[in-house]
């Protein structure tokens, strides 16, 4: 049997504050224009929509989940695809808080939100082992 561990809430809400800070730094670099600035809460949604769906349907991570050595996967553990990445990441995006409780609501004890419910998703620790073959030993200070 293949044993998950489900990534913390806070190692998913700090992940996600990550990417929303990078995310709003690069959409305010580009929609700078005041022409734009009225439009661009809407847009920076839908950047950071497109950002989470494009990085974690190629390997299950953004960079915040990157920073916490979690990962996106299917339920089984097995990779997802765009589509997949893509419900979980609408939800994320544009309804979050809604997300959130429903899923609490739904399935309190594996910690999902509803669009992972619907993209049959959820958010893993990976395992921080040694290369195959490899043994790290930590040095003991000297009294």
Not at 44 to 59: I, K, M, P, R
Request: net charge positive.
């Amino acid at each position: 049997m293949k044993k998950l561990y489900l990534a913390t809430w806070w190692e998913r809400f700090f992940a996600w504050l990550i990417d929303v800070v990078i995310v709003g730094i690069v959409t305010s670099i580009i929609f700078w224009n005041p022409l734009v600035w009225p439009f661009s809460i809407g847009l920076s949604t839908l950047v950071a929509f497109l950002y989470w769906t494009v990085l974690e349907g190629y390997n299950g991570q953004s960079i915040g989940k990157m920073i916490f050595n979690i990962k996106m996967t299917g339920e089984k553990g097995e990779k997802i695809d765009y589509v997949r990445a893509g419900i979980s990441s609408f939800g994320k995006a544009f309804l979050l808080p809604i997300d959130v409780i429903i899923g609490l609501i739904a399935r309190p004890e594996n910690k999902v939100r509803a669009f992972n419910i619907l993209s049959h998703t959820v958010v893993i620790k990976l395992e921080s082992k040694p290369p195959e073959g490899v043994k790290y030993i930590k040095r003991r200070r000297r009294k």
